[in-house]
Nanobody, 119 residues
Framework: QVQLVESGGGLVQPGGSLTLSCAAS????????MGWYRQAPGKQRELVAS???????NYADSVKDRFTISRDNAKNTVYLQMNSLKPEDTAVYYC?????????????WGQGTQVTVSS
C-alpha cells in the first residue's frame, strides 16, 4: 500500500508564509502527478496546485503568483510554498499523489493538515 505523511500546517498571520510537505512511502513503482487540494468549511474540495512527473505545474487562479509547488523525486516528496497568505486561504490542505503500484494506477490522499490565516 501507499502511505502519505503531511506536515507544515499551522496558524499564520495575513501576509505570512508556510510550507507544506507530503512524503510518500510504500510499494510504489512510480509517482506520476502530485498535487495539493484544500477544503474550507462548507465548501467543496478544490485543486490548489499540481505538478507532473516532468515538472509541469498548474495552479488555481486564486493562488497564482503566491503559491509554488515543487517535488523531490528522490525523496518521493511534494512541497507547497505559500506566501502572502490571506484569510480566505484558511482550509484543510490535502496532498494527492497518483502512483503506479503492482496492481495498477492508484490515487493516494494525505490525512490533511490545517492551515489557518488569522490575525
Amino acid at each position: 500500500q501507499v502511505q502519505l505523511v503531511e506536515s507544515g500546517g499551522g496558524l499564520v498571520q495575513p501576509g505570512g508564509s508556510l510550507t507544506l510537505s507530503c512524503a510518500a512511502s510504500g510499494s510504489i513503482l512510480r509517482i506520476n502527478t502530485m498535487g495539493w487540494y484544500r477544503q474550507a468549511p462548507g465548501k467543496q474540495r478544490e485543486l490548489v496546485a499540481s505538478i507532473s512527473r516532468g515538472g509541469i505545474t498548474n495552479y488555481a487562479d486564486s493562488v497564482k503568483d503566491r503559491f509554488t509547488i515543487s517535488r523531490d523525486n528522490a525523496k518521493n516528496t511534494v512541497y507547497l510554498q505559500m506566501n502572502s497568505l490571506k484569510p480566505e486561504d484558511t482550509a484543510v490542505y490535502y496532498c494527492n499523489i497518483n502512483v503506479l503500484i503492482i496492481g495498477g494506477p492508484y490515487d493516494a490522499w494525505g490525512q490533511g493538515t490545517q492551515v489557518t490565516v488569522s490575525s
